[in-house]
């Protein structure tokens, strides 16, 4: 029986290697890829079926920052498929970054650098603003959008013969501080990235509580630092292309500098191959590569997770 994979946010970075990626594992899928609007959609097609010609490749149009675009490819999904295998929920933004360069240059003196570089940890901060429906854009297309589409799929999800599988790409920055729930959206800070992948992480653990038994199960995975259109708006592109050398060499000690969409998608490929029964839900899979190049996922504990279940909030 053919699988069906959808992949959100598949137009460009991540998203798009994955598509690929998944086609080589198994040329036999049928990916249903979710763009923007057609005119990605149909490109992504393209460059899709340029390298995997005889792929069963389908599309759909979704805005996860609109609710009303939302339900409408989740009944579009529903009319067109019977189940789902697979939903990577990938789609993200980061809107207006800003690095604080003083902080990462205090972080050198003090010896927080590394930690610094692979999790933007006190030098990176974003401005929100609320969308169309009255929410915060990041929170709404990183997480909520996500979430409805998930809930709304439920009836081609749950109670397969064989169990469908969320995976949802989370990141590094994903921080339990910068989150309260009293402000879950974020609207008071300006970490609002960090907070809508912290949300994510804990958002995927209480889905599997919720819908494991009923054949369902979500994991996490972190692809590294990837050069992307996303990273590309934090700097300018000839200022990456300049710092590349120093990247490679940073990729020495710190192995999420993955750096390739390709190479970033590791762990989503990695997650695809795996039975769900065998995953621990507390745990973020990250793709990682090594100072010479080769990629492999280290699987680490997602913070507050397990406090997070204890509390019963789910
Ligand atoms: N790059 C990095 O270093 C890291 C990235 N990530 C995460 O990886 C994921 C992929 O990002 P990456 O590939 O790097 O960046 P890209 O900007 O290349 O990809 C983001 C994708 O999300 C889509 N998207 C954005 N907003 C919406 C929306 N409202 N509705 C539908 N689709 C949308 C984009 O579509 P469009 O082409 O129309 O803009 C694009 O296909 C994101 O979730 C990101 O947070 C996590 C850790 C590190
Ligand atoms: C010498 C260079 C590596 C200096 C680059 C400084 C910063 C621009 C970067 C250091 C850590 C990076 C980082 C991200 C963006 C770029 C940095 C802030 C992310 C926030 C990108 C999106 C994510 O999901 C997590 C990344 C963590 C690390």
């Known amino acids: 029986m053919e699988r069906v994979v959808l992949v959100t946010g598949a137009s460009s970075g991540v998203g798009l290697a994955l598509c690929r990626r998944l086609l080589e594992?198994?040329?036999?899928?049928?990916?249903?890829?979710?763009?923007?609007n057609v005119q990605k959609s149909e490109a992504t097609r393209d460059l899709i079926l340029a390298?995997?010609?005889?792929?069963?490749?389908?599309?759909?149009?979704?805005?996860?920052?609109?609710?009303?675009?939302?339900?409408?490819v989740a009944r579009e999904l529903r009319c067109r498929f019977q189940r789902l295998d697979f939903v990577y929920l990938n789609a993200g933004i980061m809107p207006n970054p800003h690095v604080n360069f003083k902080a990462l240059w205090h972080g050198l003196l003090t010896g927080k650098v590394l930690h610094m570089l692979t999790t933007a940890e006190g030098i990176m901060t974003q401005t929100d603003r609320l969308n169309g429906d009255g929410l915060q854009e990041v929170f709404a297309t990183n997480l909520f959008g996500h979430f409805i589409l998930v809930r709304q799929l439920e009836c081609l999800l749950c109670g397969n013969e064989k169990p469908s599988r969320l995976i949802w790409t989370s990141s590094s920055n994903a921080r339990e501080s910068a989150f309260s729930l009293s402000d879950?959206?974020?609207?008071?800070?300006?970490?609002?990235y960090s907070s809508s992948k912290y949300a994510t992480d804990l958002t995927s653990v209480v889905l599997n509580r919720k819908f494991n038994k009923q054949g369902l199960y979500s994991s996490v995975v972190c692809p590294g630092l990837v050069m992307s259109n996303m990273t590309y708006r934090i700097l300018p592109?000839?200022?990456?292309?300049?710092?590349?050398?120093?990247?490679w060499l940073i990729r020495f000690f710190a192995k999420t500098y993955t750096l390739t969409p390709y190479n970033g998608a590791e762990a989503h490929v990695w997650l695809f191959k795996q039975k769900p029964e065998h995953l621990d839900a507390l745990v973020k899979y990250h793709s990682c590569t090594s100072g010479l190049g080769k990629s492999y996922v280290e699987p680490r504990k997602v913070n507050g997770a397990a406090a997070f279940c204890c509390r019963g909030l789910g």
């Not at 594992?25 to 923007?36: F, N, Q, S, T, Y």
């Not at 879950?184 to 609002?192: T, W």
């Open 51 to 72: 390298t995997h010609p005889a792929a069963r490749v389908s599309t759909v149009e979704v805005d996860l920052g609109n609710l009303v675009s939302v339900l409408r």
């Open 25 to 36: 594992e198994d040329g036999r899928i049928h990916l249903c890829i979710a763009c923007r």
């Open 237 to 247: 592109v000839f200022l990456w292309k300049l710092l590349m050398p120093i990247m």
């Open 184 to 192: 879950y959206q974020h609207a008071k800070g300006q970490e609002s």
